[in-house]
């Protein structure tokens, strides 16, 4: 090699020596300032969420204890013992249950879509709409024990007796509104572009809401739905007054019936080793029923297009 | 096709001397505003059968509007007011006892931006054969739409398939096929090509110069060169700004040959030549 060239090549060493030098290190400091604040923060974040998630896992570990032995063919289908009666079980609740909460979804649906179709897309800013908005966001805090009183008032004391029906209107006015709000914000983020479409296609704004507002919110307003049967089938308070309980199963909607939730109430609070571990096993089916609908619900909501 | 639709009823006679084919639709626009804000005033714009009416011109200068104008697309928006007329075969379609429901049958609409529904292709294409209680062969309608819109080949093994898994080239195609689907008998298009890339803007373009055989077309575009490649005629809108506020306005209509290479206004010139935009 001739001398230029290795001239040549110790000035690149050099430069190259400078640029080494003057490159900031790429490395990950765990332990320097900013590294360690962002690390501790993650860490607290992950414990928030994880203490968020302890009390449903408690309750659902406990449920599996202490209600899973007692969970058998008998104890979902036999009428619950009486005081020192062994075995038994909660079926007419389980019934009740079901049948309370199929009457609050057949009011609280229909309901529900019509008004959210109103306040999303017919008159969204007008006054009446603000109106039943706020009433409804009002209405989703509302204490369960005094939709058991209004219906009371308004079923009860004018049937002369407790009944499902009451039980069913109460849970519905607990679910209306969840519905309604649902409902309008699954058809408000319908886009106005595919709105756009079909009234340039020539849609009647019927048409518009049925075959197109409608169908693309559809995951969207079941999904509301679902979470609403999920928390009345949950709800005690407001059977309390309407419904009251059976010990038998049910054979008309005008009778006194049984729910699960009441029956839990009812038995946890007995001096008797058999009627505690029914209410345990009743505490479970009931977790069970909230839970899948709430599965149901998630799966509902996946976008299909 | 469509040679007279039930809308069309009576005061043919007031269609102004046909040219060529005929004049299909003709907007006589006297002032639309949004509100209290005058868009658009005193435009008088022909559509003749068989052709593509390019409306060309600046921001702000209305042509959306006008295009919107002539299906009523613009009542959906609650401040819009129209004065003047827009006669379809003879009929204002302004006319109170007109329900633009109908009038958007037979004038149909190619947006901006694609927009397909939230359902599969065949359902996409067949939604308003279905919507007008269309009993043949759907299968064979739909088949017809989409080859006619230039995209059969890449659609036909996956009709079941969402329309929004498409891209936006084909999007558009798919929205063209949807709003030919029912053979209507005017085509608006707002600048059905800003949302898509060169050759996909070319096969739309080739598309619509194949439509205009059997549709009447108006095509909103930003694109002078495409108002050259596929306008049998061209409007050229512009701004006023004298009373102090954005008034559009048509400055000039006629063959588009005519309007790029020797306009009658000088504000044409200019802007077909980029002097201003």
């Known amino acids: 090699?001739?001398?230029?060239?290795?001239?040549?090549?110790?000035?690149?060493?050099?430069?190259?020596?400078?640029?080494?030098?003057?490159?900031?290190?790429?490395?990950?400091?765990?332990?320097?300032?900013?590294?360690?604040?962002s690390g501790i923060l993650t860490g607290l974040t992950w414990i928030a969420a994880l203490l968020a998630a302890v009390p449903l896992f408690s309750v659902i570990y406990m449920l599996f204890v202490e209600g899973g032995s007692r969970l058998s063919w008998e104890t979902l289908t036999a009428l619950p013992p009486s005081a020192f009666d062994l075995g038994g079980?909660?079926?007419?609740?389980?019934?009740?249950?079901v049948v309370m909460v199929g009457i609050a979804t057949l009011i609280s649906v229909p309901l529900g879509i019509l008004a959210a179709v109103y306040l999303a897309i017919l008159e969204p800013d007008s006054r009446l709409a603000d109106t039943v908005r706020f009433l409804a966001k009002v209405l989703t805090g509302f204490p369960s024990i005094l939709a058991g009183?209004?219906?009371?008032?308004?079923?009860?004391?004018?049937?002369?007796?407790?009944?499902?029906?009451?039980?069913?209107?109460?849970?519905?006015?607990?679910?209306?509104?969840?519905?309604?709000?649902?409902?309008?914000?699954?058809?408000?983020?319908?886009?106005?572009?595919?709105?756009?479409?079909?009234?340039?296609?020539?849609?009647?704004?019927?048409?518009?809401?049925?075959?197109?507002?409608?169908?693309?919110?559809?995951?969207?307003?079941l999904t509301g739905v679902m979470l609403a049967i999920a928390g009345a089938a949950g709800n005690s308070a407001p059977l309390l007054f309407t419904a009251l309980f059976s010990d038998y199963y049910l054979s008309s909607?005008?009778?006194?019936?049984?729910?699960?939730?009441?029956?839990?109430?009812?038995?946890?609070?007995?001096?008797?080793?058999?009627?505690?571990?029914?209410?345990?096993?009743?505490?479970?089916?009931?977790?069970?029923?909230?839970?899948?609908?709430?599965?149901l619900a998630r799966l509902i909501g996946r976008q299909k297009y | 096709m469509h040679a007279n639709p039930k809308m069309t009823a009576a005061g043919a006679s007031t269609a102004p001397a046909p040219v060529g084919n005929g004049v299909v639709m003709d907007c006589?626009?006297?002032?639309?505003?949004?509100?209290?804000?005058?868009a658009v005033r005193d435009s008088s714009l022909p559509l003749e059968k068989n052709k593509i009416t390019g409306f060309i011109g600046p921001s702000g200068c209305g042509k959306s509007t006008v295009l919107r104008s002539l299906n009523r697309m613009n009542d959906l928006i609650p401040a819009f007011r129209f004065?003047?007329?827009?006669?379809?075969?003879?009929?204002d379609i302004y006319d109170k006892k007109v329900d633009p429901v109908v009038v958007r049958r037979y004038i149909g609409m190619v947006?901006?931006?694609?927009?397909?529904?939230?359902?599969?292709?065949?359902?996409?294409?067949?939604?308003?054969?279905?919507?007008?209680?269309?009993?043949g062969n759907l299968d064979e309608r739909v088949e017809k739409a989409l080859q006619g819109a230039a995209c059969w080949n890449e659609v036909k093994d996956k009709l079941k398939n969402s329309g929004l898994s498409l891209s936006g080239g084909q999007q558009q195609r798919l929205c063209i096929a949807r709003a030919i689907a029912t053979e209507p008998d005017v085509l608006l298009m707002d600048e059905p090509?800003?949302?898509?890339?060169?050759?996909?803007?070319?096969?739309?373009?080739?598309?619509?110069v194949e439509l205009k055989e059997n549709y009447t077309i108006a095509l909103v575009t930003h694109n002078m060169q495409q108002a050259m490649r596929v306008a049998d005629t061209t409007a050229f809108f512009g701004v006023d700004i004298s009373q102090g506020s954005r008034t559009g306005y048509l400055v000039e209509m006629g063959p588009t040959k005519k309007v790029f290479e020797e306009p009658e206004q000088q504000l044409t010139r200019e802007y077909v030549r980029g002097e201003f935009s």
């Not at chain 1, 079980?89 to 249950?97: H, M, R």
Request: proline share 5%; hydrophobic share 50%.
């Open chain 1, 1 to 37: 090699m001739s001398a230029p060239d290795l001239a040549v090549e110790s000035n690149l060493r050099a430069l190259s020596q400078q640029a080494d030098r003057r490159r900031p290190s790429l490395q990950r400091a765990p332990l320097e300032g900013r590294a360690l604040r």
């Open chain 1, 89 to 97: 079980g909660f079926g007419n609740a389980i019934v009740g249950t």
């Open chain 1, 149 to 221: 009183v209004f219906v009371y008032a308004v079923m009860v004391v004018t049937m002369k007796t407790y009944s499902a029906l009451a039980g069913g209107v109460a849970l519905a006015v607990l679910m209306l509104p969840t519905v309604v709000l649902a409902a309008e914000q699954a058809m408000a983020m319908v886009p106005k572009k595919m709105k756009d479409a079909a009234y340039g296609m020539g849609c009647t704004r019927t048409q518009v809401i049925l075959k197109v507002v409608l169908p693309t919110g559809a995951s969207g307003i």
């Open chain 1, 253 to 295: 909607l005008t009778e006194p019936t049984a729910s699960l939730a009441i029956l839990i109430f009812n038995f946890s609070g007995m001096p008797y080793d058999n009627q505690i571990q029914l209410a345990w096993a009743a505490s479970l089916v009931l977790v069970l029923i909230v839970l899948a609908f709430n599965i």
């Open chain 2, 28 to 38: 006589q626009l006297q002032k639309v505003f949004y509100g209290d804000f005058l």
């Open chain 2, 83 to 91: 004065e003047g007329k827009v006669t379809y075969h003879g009929q």
């Open chain 2, 111 to 135: 947006f901006q931006q694609p927009n397909p529904f939230a359902m599969s292709i065949y359902d996409n294409v067949a939604f308003g054969l279905r919507l007008n209680g269309f009993k």
């Open chain 2, 193 to 208: 090509c800003s949302a898509l890339d060169p050759i996909a803007t070319r096969r739309v373009e080739e598309l619509m």
